[in-house]
């Protein structure tokens, strides 16, 4: 009987311990539990010492899935997250905070501030494509953090995407987020790259910036050459599909960096632009920085 309650006790040791994510290899747990079973079929031994040798193979087990699991924490791999959904803003006692839900879980995006912010928030109305790795920071305004989080605003209108959630006590929001940096880049820099949202060509204060010093560099060393590129991309969802921009998507933006470049003041024979026809490579983890257009100054 005492036996049995050992036994019974190690496989509620083990379901705890499954349903906590604590195990690394699932074949450990059946070799321990077979061990067991093996002791209650063996006729041979002696009722107490049958149990002294279970107990202490149970023993010796829960410390070996200890040190399994405190492995698995150590070496934890990076858990990216790339997923479409609607945004949720939750109001609070100073800037409301973005929030978005994927598979059941809620995630915080940022907080609603300035166009001049380092984040720069999505709409009510469109889905948006998420793309950023699970924080193992605290939660704030109830959501998981996600860090090196890039939000794209899907064009398409969707009125399903007005979801509004009052400040409630113990949701409480970040310290407000500070402007973007616009310090100058070294006069040194040659290369320079301009990140862009899932298929748009749009600009916001910070990528402008970008520009705006790659011109600055230029109109230093004078009639420098200037070589412009661009490129397109597919994102990989968590859920395996694959979201592709538009064709011409390259084009588009190295044209229009292209234009601006050149109502900037620098000379329009001194540019040579140029674009990948074909998708950059993806993998998952980092799509998110293919989008771009390069400039390089020779």
Not at 29 to 46: A, D, M, P, R, V
Not at 54 to 67: C, D, N, P, R
Not at 75 to 101: A, G, H, M
Not at 181 to 195: G, Y
């Given at each position: ?5 050992v036994?019974v ?5 083990i379901?705890k ?11 450990f ?6 061990q ?10 002696k ?8 107990t202490l ?5 829960i410390f070996?899935?200890?040190a ?5 924490k150590?070496?934890?791999p ?12 939750r109001d ?14 809620l995630y915080?995006?940022g907080q ?5 912010s380092?984040f720069y928030p999505p ?36 009125r399903?995407?007005?979801t509004i959630?009052?400040a ?10 500070p ?9 040194s ?7 862009f ?15 705006s010093?790659?011109?600055r ?11 412009v ?5 597919t994102t990989?969802l968590?859920n395996?599909i694959?979201?592709?921009?538009k064709e011409?998507?390259a084009?588009?933006r190295v044209?229009?960096?292209?234009d601006?470049l ?6 329009k024979e ?6 990948s026809e074909?998708?950059?490579p993806f993998?998952?983890?980092?799509d ?11």
């Amino acid at each position: 009987m005492k036996l049995k309650i050992v036994l019974v006790t190690w496989r509620f040791i083990i379901d705890k311990l499954v349903s906590s994510e604590l195990i690394i290899r699932k074949s450990f747990i059946y070799f321990s539990t077979n061990q067991l079973n093996n002791f209650l079929n063996t006729k041979e031994l002696k009722p107490n010492r049958m149990l002294h040798k279970a107990t202490l193979t149970v023993l010796f087990s829960i410390f070996t899935l200890i040190a399994f699991s405190q492995n698995k924490k150590t070496n934890q791999p990076t858990k990216w997250l790339n997923f479409v959904s609607c945004p949720i803003i939750r109001d609070s006692k100073t800037l409301p905070c973005w929030l978005v839900e994927y598979e059941g879980e809620l995630y915080y995006l940022g907080q609603q501030g300035r166009t001049s912010s380092a984040f720069y928030p999505p709409q009510l109305n469109h889905q948006v494509l998420v793309e950023g790795v699970i924080s193992d920071e605290p939660r704030i305004c109830g959501g998981i953090p996600l860090s090196n989080v890039r939000i794209s605003v899907m064009q398409e209108i969707n009125r399903n995407c007005n979801t509004i959630w009052p400040a409630e006590e113990g949701y409480e929001p970040p310290k407000p987020i500070p402007p973007a940096s616009r310090s100058a880049m070294p006069d040194s820099l040659r290369e320079f790259t301009i990140p862009f949202d899932f298929d748009s060509d749009f600009l916001t204060l910070h990528t402008t910036l970008i520009v705006s010093e790659a011109v600055r560099i230029a109109h230093i060393l004078k009639n420098a050459k200037i070589e412009v590129t661009g490129y397109r991309a597919t994102t990989l969802l968590s859920n395996e599909i694959q979201m592709k921009e538009k064709e011409n998507m390259a084009e588009i933006r190295v044209e229009k960096i292209k234009d601006i470049l050149i109502e900037l003041g620098l000379p329009k024979e001194n540019i040579r632009a140029h674009f990948s026809e074909k998708s950059e490579p993806f993998d998952g983890l980092n799509d998110a920085n293919k989008r771009r257009v390069t400039i390089k100054i020779i």
